[in-house]
């Protein structure tokens, strides 16, 4: 272009006239990471995807909690139960709801099922893209204080606890508010690492279990020759899987402590995503196969 009257050249982007011209974007910020989630202008990851994963997947399973023991609560810690809630908690010194509203048996049963009626439906408010980190927070503190109350039937119940352990962890992970799904805020590299180490804990555990349980069978390769025909809860696939020849079996009781034990420290310590991703996948089809049997 020419400047008028003058003849001479001058730039329309404004750097010859002394103006600023507008700075180039980075290319982390045109293109994300690479692995699918955005970047925040401040530069930390969000993880959008994995969150909401997360934390949906995470209200289902509180849903299926609050919902089984929902129904169970009458018979296992009713006033007419195996255990009543309301004796246990009269014989606590700890300063419950219960100490403001008494013990009496009605009281203490109302409180039980409006707690897990309250579980039940912030668990189906989350699992609709509605969770927050208040929301989970309210959903561990009522299912934590109902496994208090389960007493014998819930305390030391490897399920229960694993469920208020990522419960706690998906809280934190969750978004601040339930509208902006994770955009809000970029994730935090501590509770990542806390993810993936209760991921590792529960592989690692569960491979070295099998491996030094008393039960020679896990370390022969012989466990499913009688795991399908013998389990609490049989599905319709049991009886076709424990026909399957016996190499077939036995290579599944391999593949299933090398995926348990070596996805543990793949896990945790892989450098790469590319491996992270085909581990975790490696995992969940394992579980589909135990769930599908």
């Known amino acids: 272009s020419v400047r008028p009257g003058t003849g001479e050249p001058f730039d329309l982007s404004g750097e010859q006239e002394g103006l600023p011209s507008a700075p180039p974007r980075r290319a982390e910020e045109r293109a994300g990471d690479g692995s699918g989630s955005p970047r925040k202008g401040g530069g930390g990851q969000t993880f959008e995807i994995s969150r909401e994963v997360l934390v949906r997947g995470i209200s289902l399973c509180y849903l299926a909690a609050f919902s089984s023991l929902f129904v169970q609560l009458p018979g296992l810690i009713g006033s007419s139960g195996i255990l009543p809630a309301s004796s246990f908690l009269e014989a606590s010194p700890a300063i419950t709801l219960a100490g403001v509203f008494g013990t009496s048996p009605w009281v203490v049963d109302a409180w039980l099922d409006v707690m897990a009626l309250c579980g039940m439906g912030l668990s189906v408010l989350g699992a609709l893209g509605g969770a927050s980190t208040l929301s989970l927070a309210a959903c561990f503190m009522l299912y934590a204080s109902l496994v208090v109350a389960g007493q014998a039937f819930t305390e030391g119940f490897e399920g229960d606890t694993l469920l208020l352990e990522v419960g706690l962890l998906a809280a934190l992970w969750a978004p601040a508010l339930p509208s902006v ?16 180490l209760a991921l590792f804990k529960v592989l690692l555990m569960g491979g070295s279990a099998k491996i030094f349980s008393p039960d020679h069978s896990w370390r022969r390769l012989t466990a499913l020759h009688h795991f399908y025909a013998t389990q609490a809860l049989p599905t319709p696939a049991s009886w076709y899987l424990v ?43 394992l579980q589909g196969v135990v769930a599908l049997g």
Not at 250 to 277: H, K, Q, T, W
């Open 181 to 196: 799904h994770g955009a809000d805020r970029a994730a935090s590299p501590v509770v990542l690492l806390l993810l993936r």
């Open 243 to 285: 026909q399957l020849p016996d190499v077939v079996l036995r290579l599944g009781v391999a593949v299933f402590l090398a995926v348990e034990l070596c996805a543990s420290f793949l896990i945790a310590l892989a450098p790469l995503r590319g491996v992270r991703v085909w581990v975790a996948a490696a995992v969940a089809a």
